[in-house]
């Protein structure tokens, strides 16, 4: 399999190819919300001030922040392949990779620094998935490979499972996660 990166002059290539920044701050992501967790653990804190649930928040960021990661670094190079045609690279692809990043981070800036509303919290988490189900299924639809369209059902599976949980975890339904 050959992988060519788009036409670009610059010669900074982490946001050339989708697995490149996904693959390494998932595994970077992965390492340190873990050991995060754990710290909070140690000192005896039971709860987390992200919905008071560390156990959930954990599960949570294991699923949707680590998962989700390289899922979405898989998925976007693999398309590219699949299809011959172009998946976000560059400035879009860097804005997607922020969403994510942003959505592991705000809940420990809003432990740490400032609060942040937990609805803010959850849209921006939110707001990813459907945003890269929307970029691997134009270039699907584009070259007619209409089969693989079933990633993108996959991915609005996932985003209605994410949405469960934090419309649990904000007061809005119960039982969703039992």
């Given at each position: 399999m050959q992988i060519q990166e788009p036409n670009q002059s610059s010669g900074f290539a982490l946001f050339n190819l989708a697995f490149r920044p996904f693959f390494?701050?998932?595994?970077?992501?992965?390492?340190?919300?873990?050991?995060?967790w754990l710290a909070l653990l140690g000192k005896?804190?039971?709860?987390?001030?992200?919905y008071q649930l560390s156990q959930l928040?954990?599960?949570?960021?294991?699923?949707?922040?680590?998962?989700?990661?390289?899922?979405?670094?898989?998925?976007m190079t693999a398309v590219r392949?699949?299809?011959?045609?172009?998946?976000?690279?560059?400035?879009t692809l860097a804005g997607l990779f922020l969403i994510w990043l942003s959505a592991r981070l705000l809940p420990i800036i809003a432990e740490l620094i400032i609060p942040i509303p937990s609805a803010v919290i959850a849209?921006?988490?939110?707001?990813?998935?459907?945003l890269v189900?929307?970029?691997i299924s134009l270039p699907i639809i584009r070259s007619?490979?209409?089969?693989?369209?079933?990633?993108?059902?996959?991915?609005?599976?996932?985003?209605?499972?994410?949405?469960?949980?934090?419309?649990?975890?904000?007061?809005f339904t119960e039982s969703t996660l039992a």
């Open positions: 390494l701050f998932a595994a970077l992501a992965g390492l340190l919300l873990m050991v995060y005896g804190q039971l709860t987390y001030n992200y928040w954990h599960g949570h960021e294991m699923l949707f922040g680590y998962s989700v990661a390289v899922i979405v670094g898989f998925l392949n699949w299809t011959s045609i172009q998946t976000p690279y560059g400035k849209a921006v988490d939110l707001a990813f998935l459907p189900a929307l970029a007619g490979n209409h089969r693989n369209l079933i990633f993108t059902v996959i991915l609005m599976a996932m985003t209605v499972a994410n949405l469960l949980t934090h419309l649990q975890l904000l007061g």
